[in-house]
């Protein structure tokens, strides 16, 4: 919560206890929708209802739009049905549509029946399209002219009917079956002159999603041309609805918070932190431990096998961790530049020569310099002043493995990506954790096998 919305609560909670009702509903009319939802979520919930109740119908609904789910659940569980069906006419179906899926089937059942039978046709129409494209994040309230209106009728239309569209702004021309002909805006229309005819108007390149493209495809869309609206069509090219910006901004921070979690090896999960409970946690995070530790299991493997060599020369077994963590600190930066580079669309598997040339020039410039650097802090710091005693055969051994692991690290961290979009899968999931754990293994069998080659060990 807020500073400005924790001092409004603590007169809100004293108005309400002084039953001061009148200046309380005076007090929340003139907030923001935004911060009266935030203020409800914050509220015990005794207080939450008669908050609710205060507002007026349209500010009500607007604030239930933005309210979190269990507050929501709450709220449809104790109103009654003539206050939920005021609720319910307030509100986008694309909105409804989204707060369904996260309510239990009781809740479900009840906001349904306090809608109008059209609007549950079209909530029910939208929750059948699958997870994460474009119908399910559409929404059917759009304004739709005629090519052979004139700019005064469609003025006249916009005036009676834009009350409850999304937005009014952009306007899509259709005909008779809905078969998506073209685009304008208003200002198109305040430019034109009132018998102008739309379908002079009208830009007939249209810019339109199928309803069945992925929401992230839809996202990068909207960045790319910079829109405000983008039309979503079915097979036939006809005009199912729209997507508009605010929506839109939604899909980009799900799928970002995805990438992330991916990136982490974390499973992706659609609650909160906060909201998200302990066994949840562990069910999204334990997967991915069982795997990279199994994977780690080769590393020690590895070790075990090199165990004389270890025994032979003691001082190796010091820079282990360092040879380690350089290696998947350059292959994480390798691979997180791919991963982005790939959900922007900069890249694509073509590119793969290009990619690892790029990245075999930086990995041994990058390389040198850390091959260098450490052979001076051996010289310096080890031996001069930490009195280590590591042989000048040691410290090479060091900074070779170095320089190789630091090669094959970013190859193999710019490559793994490419690889996984080129099987369909998400890019990052060869992110940070996966990355490490391969280059780990690498790294001491490149550390252990120079080390024998130099010290005939």
């Known amino acids: 919560m807020s500073d400005k919305t924790e001092i409004l609560y603590s007169d809100i909670c004293e108005l309400l206890e002084q039953r001061k009702f009148n200046t309380l509903r005076d007090l929340i009319t003139e907030m923001n929708e935004v911060d009266i939802a935030e203020l409800i979520d914050e509220a015990t919930p005794e207080q939450a209802v008669i908050i609710f109740r205060l507002l007026p119908k ?59 039978p059209e609007d549950r046709h079209e909530i029910n129409q939208i929750l059948q ?14 304004i739709r002219l005629r090519a052979t209106s004139t700019v005064s009728e469609a003025f006249d239309y916009i005036r009676k009917y834009g009350t409850d569209k999304e937005t009014i702004y952009t306007c899509y021309v259709t005909d008779n079956n809905r078969y998506l002909q073209g685009v304008l805006t208003v200002k198109d229309l305040l430019l034109a002159k009132a018998d102008d005819i739309i379908g002079e108007l009208m830009e007939t390149n249209v810019i339109s999603a199928h309803t069945t493209d992925d929401q992230e495809e839809v996202a990068k869309t909207f960045t790319k041309y910079d829109l405000t609206a983008l039309p979503v069509v079915d097979k036939e090219n006809r005009l199912v609805g729209i997507i508009t910006v605010d929506d839109i901004v939604d899909v980009i921070e799900q799928e970002a918070t995805e990438d992330i979690e991916k990136m982490a090896a974390i499973v992706p999960g659609d609650k909160p932190y906060l909201k998200t409970g302990v066994f949840e946690t562990v069910k999204s995070r334990i997967p991915w431990l069982v795997l990279l ?33 350089t290696g998947g600190n350059s292959g994480s930066q390798s691979s997180v530049a791919i991963i982005r580079s790939l959900a922007l669309d900069d890249i694509a598997f073509k590119d793969i020569g290009r990619i690892i040339f790029k990245e075999a020039r930086v990995s041994l410039i990058c ?6 650097a450490n052979f001076i802090k051996i010289l310096l710091v080890d031996n001069m002043l930490l009195k280590s005693g ?68």
């Open 58 to 116: 349209q500010l009500a609904a607007e604030a239930f739009a933005y309210m979190d789910s269990d507050t929501r659940e709450r709220l449809v569980e104790v109103l009654t049905d003539r206050e939920l069906r005021l609720v319910m006419q307030e509100l986008f179906v694309d909105d409804v549509a989204a707060m369904l899926e996260e309510m239990p089937a009781s809740v479900v059942k009840k906001m349904l029946k306090a809608t109008s």
């Open 129 to 142: 399209y699958p997870e994460d494209s474009a119908g399910s994040v559409l929404t059917t309230e759009c």
């Open 293 to 325: 530790m199994f994977l780690a299991t080769f590393t020690g493997m590895i070790i075990t096998s090199f165990e004389n060599a270890l025994a032979g020369s003691i001082a190796l077994t010091a820079f282990i961790p360092m040879i380690m963590n």
């Open 367 to 372: 390389g040198i310099i850390l091959a260098a």
């Open 390 to 457: 590591v042989s000048t055969e040691v410290a090479l051994v060091v900074c070779v493995t170095l320089l190789v692991t630091v090669v094959a690290a970013k190859v193999i961290g710019c490559t793994l990506p490419l690889l996984a979009k080129l099987c369909k899968l998400d890019p990052a999931v060869m992110a940070s954790p996966f990355i490490t754990t391969i280059v780990d293994a690498i790294s001491l069998f490149v550390y252990f096998q120079i080390a024998s080659a130099i010290l005939g060990i």
